[in-house]
Structure formats: structure tokens, C-alpha cells
């Protein structure tokens, strides 16, 4: 079993950045991680992705130059460093884990989620 909890959401201006950060705790032991996004009406987005080693990384379009996924596994934490914000990016942000690589985009190839901190760009 895996336990995710975010935090570091909030509200932003357009321009500005945030930084969340994804807790894990119980077996975390190589398991790759991801960050998803959710705004009302609309479906689960995938966001970033890194191994357990972090030694490989993948970004959605829309936020690649943005945003870097990043972890420290002696914290058993996990990073999303957001840049020149937009209101597009509003939305709920959730970080979640996984065996395996294949797969990083699809929200059903995780195993474990976190609930959420919320992300609100103001323009």
C-alpha cells in the first residue's frame, strides 16, 4: 500500500508560479510517479511523469517548458514546480504511483492517488 497526500495549491495570478509537493508514505519502494490534473467537467489530464530513479521524465504538451516533475526519494516526496501560470491551468492537481512505465499517460494504469490541492489562476 501506497498513501499520497499533496499539497502547496492555491491561488496564483497569471505569470506567477507554485510548487506542490506529493507525500508518499508506506511501500513507495520503485514506484514511478505521475501528476494528473482535473478541472470541473472535464476528464483527468495527465501532466508529468518520472521514474523511481528519476532519471527519466515525461510532460504533457501543454505544460512542457512549464512545469518539471522532480523527487527526492530520501523524503519520500515528489515535486511539480509550476511556472508562468495561466487560467487554463486551474484545476484540481493529483499526484499517483505506479509499477511500471508503460502507461504514464493513462489515469487507470495507477495504482494509488492522493485527494488532491487545488490550483486557481487568476488572470
Known amino acids: 500500500q501506497v498513501q499520497l497526500v499533496e499539497s502547496g495549491g492555491g491561488l496564483v495570478q497569471a505569470g506567477g508560479s507554485l510548487r506542490l509537493s506529493c507525500a508518499a508514505s508506506?511501500?513507495?519502494?520503485?514506484?514511478?510517479m505521475g501528476w494528473f490534473r482535473q478541472a470541473p467537467g472535464k476528464e483527468r489530464e495527465f501532466i508529468a511523469f518520472?521514474?523511481?530513479?528519476?532519471?527519466?521524465?515525461y510532460y504533457a504538451d501543454s505544460v512542457k517548458g512549464r512545469f518539471t516533475i522532480s523527487r527526492d526519494n530520501a523524503k519520500n516526496t515528489i515535486y511539480l514546480q509550476m511556472n508562468n501560470l495561466k487560467p487554463e491551468d486551474t484545476a484540481a492537481y493529483y499526484c499517483a504511483a505506479k509499477k511500471y512505465e508503460l502507461g504514464y499517460d493513462r489515469p487507470y494504469e495507477y495504482a494509488y492517488w492522493g485527494q488532491g490541492t487545488q490550483v486557481t489562476v487568476s488572470s
Open positions: 518520472v521514474t523511481w530513479s528519476g532519471g527519466t521524465t
Open positions: 508506506g511501500r513507495t519502494f520503485n514506484y514511478n
